[in-house]
């Protein structure tokens, strides 16, 4: 199994003066590449250093998967093995991204789609001290496969949970029971909305991703009480 992570990056195009620039991870669906969410690069905060990263299993002709996927769109099983070796990798990859990048620890972001929001989630639960926020467009949340969840730690963390209604690979009510199962075992600030949209990601969707972010910088740069 693969243990290598390709990525694009696009360095802040906003400077903040005597701070290192926040860190966005974007992480694609199933069979796509890292040039796929990069495309989101310029309608996202110029604040931010975005990392887009490729999967790390090759399906060929430019697609890839972070992990094995069997059965139909709308019931999806998950390969546990290559789902977890995916966990692992990741998990690693995000404690040494903001060293490699030069980018604030404590100011991290995931925007992951389809199976990437999928990751993002499972990050959320396991690795909490490495994240700020997650925006997890199109995804669900299955904790019963993590190892050793830190239930417990997630009052810091930011989520945003985004899904189209009319969704046939990954139901919209993943979402939803993501969205409950968090604001009931945890303490994360969870924000769900949902749009009149497929498998994608809805204009309406964009712009609410935007300005759920820069809120994040905004809070993050106030001094507490203010």
């Known amino acids: 199994?693969?243990?290598?992570?390709?990525?694009?990056?696009?360095?802040p195009q906003q400077r903040e003066e005597n701070r290192l620039p926040p860190l966005l991870l974007l992480l694609h669906g199933y069979g796509s590449n890292?040039?796929?969410l990069m495309g989101l690069a310029p309608y996202l905060d110029p604040r931010f250093h975005i990392v887009s990263a490729r999967a790390i299993f090759d399906m060929g002709y430019g697609s890839y998967a972070w992990y094995h996927?069997?059965?139909?769109?709308?019931?999806?099983?998950?390969?546990p093995i290559s789902r977890l070796h995916a966990l692992e990798v990741l998990t690693k990859f995000l404690r040494t991204l903001p060293?490699?990048?030069?980018?604030?620890?404590?100011?991290?972001?995931?925007?992951?789609?389809?199976?990437?929001?999928?990751?993002?989630?499972?990050?959320?639960?396991?690795?909490?001290?490495?994240?700020?926020?997650?925006?997890?467009?199109?995804g669900m949340l299955d904790a019963?496969?993590?190892?050793?969840?830190?239930?417990?730690?997630?009052?810091?963390?930011r989520?945003?949970?985004?899904?189209?209604?009319?969704?046939?690979?990954?139901?919209?009510?993943?979402?939803?029971?993501?969205?409950?199962?968090?604001?009931?075992?945890?303490s994360a600030h969870v924000t769900y909305r949902d749009y009149p949209a497929g498998h994608t990601i809805h204009p309406q969707e964009l712009r609410d991703i935007q300005a759920?972010?820069?809120?994040g910088l905004d809070d993050q740069r106030a001094e507490p009480g203010e």
């Open 34 to 36: 890292e040039e796929d």
């Open 99 to 138: 060293e490699r990048t030069g980018t604030d620890p404590q100011r991290v972001c995931l925007l992951g789609f389809s199976q990437g929001a999928i990751l993002s989630l499972a990050l959320a639960l396991t690795a909490p001290e490495l994240l700020a926020g997650v925006v997890a467009a199109s």
């Open 1 to 11: 199994m693969s243990t290598t992570i390709h990525v694009q990056e696009r360095p």
């Open 159 to 186: 989520i945003l949970l985004v899904h189209g209604t009319q969704d046939e690979v990954i139901p919209v009510v993943g979402s939803q029971l993501a969205r409950d199962f968090l604001t009931e075992s945890t």
């Open 212 to 215: 759920w972010l820069a809120e």
């Open 69 to 79: 996927l069997s059965g139909v769109p709308g019931r999806l099983r998950s390969d």
């Open 144 to 157: 019963s496969w993590l190892p050793n969840p830190k239930l417990d730690q997630l009052e810091q963390l």
